[in-house]
T-cell receptor
Framework: EAQVTQNPRYLITVTGKKLTVTCSQN?????MSWYRQDPGLGLRQIYY???????DKGDVPEGYKVSRKEKRNFPLILESPSPNQTSLYFC????????????FGPGTRLLVL | RKEVEQDPGPFNVPEGATVAFNCTYS??????FFWYRQDCRKEPKLLMS???SGNEDGRFTAQLNRASQYISLLIRDSKLSDSATYLC?????????FGAGTRLTVKP
């Protein structure tokens, strides 16, 4: 079954405590991305990756890091989380330029106190 | 001005009703257009692509008006299971731009 998995699904943490949200896909997709979703704002892209070792900033990259050492994995790293990073996060993957093939992960709900 | 704008709703309609959503986008160079469906607290899922010639999938019809820079989604014979938030999505090169969504509730 084609899928994108994210872990953890829910996380409560405190300001400044580094955390990583993992994302993995089993479709051999080259393109992966991270979004955050906030009420009234829609999904905003944080970072994306066109392939292994190729990453680039999206619209709201401040406070986030990513890495793409393997094709299937694209972790999102918050080095020093702050309350304004409280949000719902989605990982997605697709064939490059073929957005009809895009799958989203189930989401990670993060609360930073 | 937001790049992709939608009426947030909510739209509350009875079963069997026809309902239409519009979405406007600001970048005339946008290339691809989609409607996604998102159920509460879940991931968005592709509902349908939107082509210049319009397209229909069962009870759902999507249309694109490039001159006026808007896309529409029409749902006929609404079902309770259509209750969700509908996201308008526009692409520019490798970027996807999402609207904030229109919430639909179909009531018995």
């Amino acid at each position: 079954e084609a899928q994108v998995t994210q872990n953890p699904r829910y996380l409560i943490t405190v300001t400044g405590k580094k955390l990583t949200v993992t994302c993995s896909q089993n479709m051999n997709h080259e393109y992966m991305s991270w979004y955050r979703q906030d009420p009234g704002l829609g999904l905003r892209q944080i970072y994306y990756s066109m392939n292994v070792e190729v990453t680039d900033k999206g619209d709201v990259p401040e406070g986030y890091k990513v890495s793409r050492k393997e094709k299937r994995n694209f972790p999102l790293i918050l080095e020093s989380p702050s309350p304004n990073q409280t949000s719902l996060y989605f990982c997605a993957s697709s064939r490059p330029g073929l957005f009809e093939t895009q799958y989203f992960g189930p989401g990670t709900r993060l609360l930073v106190l | 001005r937001k790049e992709v704008e939608q009426d947030p709703g909510p739209f509350n309609v009875p079963e069997g009703a026809t309902v239409a959503f519009n979405c406007t986008y600001s970048n005339s160079a946008s290339q691809s257009f989609f409607w996604y469906r998102q159920d509460c607290r879940k991931e968005p899922k592709l509902l349908m692509s939107v082509y210049s010639s319009g397209n229909e999938d069962g009870r759902f019809t999507a249309q694109l008006n490039r001159a006026s820079q808007y896309i529409s989604l029409l749902i006929r014979d609404s079902k309770l299971s259509d209750s969700a938030t509908y996201l308008c999505v526009v692409t520019e090169d490798n970027d996807m731009r999402f609207g904030a969504g229109t919430r639909l509730t179909v009531k018995p």
